[in-house]
């Protein structure tokens, strides 16, 4: 009981602190938990979800820090213990719509049949709209992966591999109140086309108060060298703070 009262809370419980980067703000920092339960006499199953970002701008760098885990469970049974950590820099994003990026990133995913991925590469990105209520950005590059996984035929698959990566991203805000976000990647492999990875995150905020707004988010996942996928829904409240 204690433990459904607790996911309850965090479902209902989503918090965000950052500031705006500005010639004394440096430092972005974002926690939010959200997720979804559903008990019944015959039935219980809930997801949990976590995320930590941690951003620093300085003159030409931007750095991104990032991790996230998903838990889940269904009649007891595990579905979904998945985490996620993520780093990347951006190279003179501020100054110019062209500019340069570089990441690693480092997955374990029982959902998707995933006991360890890095993804580590660069390559260039460009601001097609960059303004205060309208961004649309592309960014394309190629990376170097490393997989220890469940391949389609249940056995263990260890390999390396280059892939490209291809993202679009886009944040939309109308007057303040109606906000809608989205980052969207597809990374084919290099060496054969049929092995490719789709990962789609989409949200849209109502905002109640200035500090207070109501969001939902869906995120899909598909990794075709397993031949599984993930669609995860979930909503519930964020409060925001401006430091």
Known sequence: MLRLIVFIALFFFSVSSYAQFSDTVHYYLRYSSTGIINHTNDASSYVLTNSLNFNTKKKNVVINTSASWVYGELQNTLTNNDFTAHGDVDFYKGTHKLYGWALITF?????????????????????????PYLRINVSDGFLYEKGDIVDAEQCRDIYQMPRNSF???????????LIIDGTHFIQPSLLN??????????????KLRKWLSITASVSYNKVNRTGRETLLIT???AVEKYF
């Open 107 to 131: 997955d374990k995913s029982y959902s998707l049949k995933i006991n360890s991925r890095i993804q580590a590469g660069a390559g260039l990105a460009y601001n097609f709209i960059d303004s």
């Open 167 to 177: 993202r679009l991203k886009y944040h939309w805000s109308l007057k303040d109140r």
């Open 193 to 206: 086309i049929d092995d490719y990875i789709i990962q789609s995150w989409s949200s849209i905020g109502v």
């Open 235 to 237: 909503y519930g409240l």
